[in-house]
């Protein structure tokens, strides 16, 4: 059979592969078109219940405002409404207050205990370079020693002359290679000890880890003292309580009495914005709130950050609760049960 022929035979075999090949990657090319189509159509749908929800959502949102400009709109229920709404401010700016003075501590811990850390790595630092010094001084003594205990017996070998001398020769060469061998060791031992002393030297301390557990501690036992302090300062009229009480209900639900009773609290409420808006007298008698909790309060466990809540205290509700505080639970307060001024927001975890 000629090359001819062969190639002839050959031709067709390979025209079939290569068309084999195209119509393998027309297959892949097609599943992957029909993936990505699966894809889109789901992204599709998602986006269109997406948008459902939103439609709905602003449908809900315009209800409400017609709602509430229907109610803003009566006399009556307006004077309501402000109160409604200045207890809420009050109560945002007293959360955020404490989200600022939980952070103005964290700062003040964090530093105080990255500057221990140092101090410590510092002072373990020295201790140990220390501790080196001693030893490369008793290992440099022991070796000028060897040295010249070595240099009289090397002496004293030279002068050993004559045959007769012969056995006491080989006695002293011995010596001499026992004490240059201790005399090798000891500065080794100098040389070793220098070059730990020259790393004991030039070691980084190591990186901080963050506050301690005891150090959140002390964070949140002031934290939840100045809660609690907040709650103390605006005791007067029940606004604590009547702030509390806003942030779970609607301004539809809620009525302070008649409109005096309204006058009343929203000047109870200028005041104790004014009270809380000042730092030196905001923060006075902290410390006491904060040793008296910090004596009383246990935890679950010592990697617990936060108090259990029995461990707190439960201070009285006000002695004359206003118009409004009847839903309330007047049995006490617990700055932790209750959450006031959403303080779980500024403990440390």
């Known amino acids: ?206 990186t901080f880890e963050g506050i301690s557990i005891d150090g959140k501690r002390i964070v949140n036992t002031a934290v939840i003292a100045y809660a609690q302090q907040l709650v103390g300062l605006l005791s007067t009229g029940g606004l604590a309580m009547l702030a509390k009480e806003a942030t779970s209900k609607t301004v539809f639900d809620l009525r302070y009495g008649n409109r005096e009773d309204c006058v009343r609290l929203m000047a109870l409420l200028r005041e104790a914005k004014q009270l809380v808006g000042r730092d030196s007298d905001d923060l006075s008698g902290l410390k006491g709130y904060t040793d008296a909790l910090r004596a009383r309060a246990t935890y679950r466990s010592d990697a617990d950050t936060t108090p259990l809540t029995d461990s707190i205290g439960t201070m009285s509700p006000p002695e004359s609760p206003v118009s409004g505080l009847e839903s309330i639970n007047r049995s006490g307060i617990n700055v932790l049960v209750d959450d006031y001024w959403d303080v779980y927001e500024a403990l440390l975890k």
Request: proline share 2%; net charge neutral.
């Open 1 to 206: 059979m000629g090359i001819s022929d062969r190639l002839g035979q050959l031709l067709p075999s390979t025209r079939q592969a290569a068309e084999e090949e195209r119509l393998l990657r027309l297959y892949w090319n097609r599943a992957e078109l029909k993936k990505e189509l699966s894809r889109l159509q789901e992204e599709r749908h998602e986006l269109i219940e997406e948008l459902k929800k939103q439609e709905a959502a602003a449908l809900r949102a315009d209800e409400r405002l017609a709602e509430l400009e229907a109610h803003l709109g009566d006399p009556d229920a307006a004077t309501h409404a402000l109160v409604y709404f200045q207890l809420r401010a009050l109560w945002r700016s007293c959360g955020e207050r404490l989200l600022r003075f939980s952070q103005q501590l964290q700062n003040q811990q964090q530093d105080r205990e990255r500057r221990r850390h140092l101090i410590e790595f510092d002072q373990t630092r020295r201790r140990q370079v220390a501790d080196l010094d001693r030893r490369i001084l008793e290992a440099r003594t022991t070796a000028d020693k060897l040295e010249t205990q070595l240099r009289k017996l090397e002496a004293r070998l030279v002068s050993l002359r004559g045959f007769w001398n012969y056995f006491r020769r080989g006695r002293l060469a011995e010596e001499i290679e026992s004490i240059r061998s201790q005399w090798d060791e000891a500065a080794t031992r100098v040389t070793d000890l220098s070059d730990d002393r020259a790393d004991a030297e030039e070691k980084q301390p190591p």
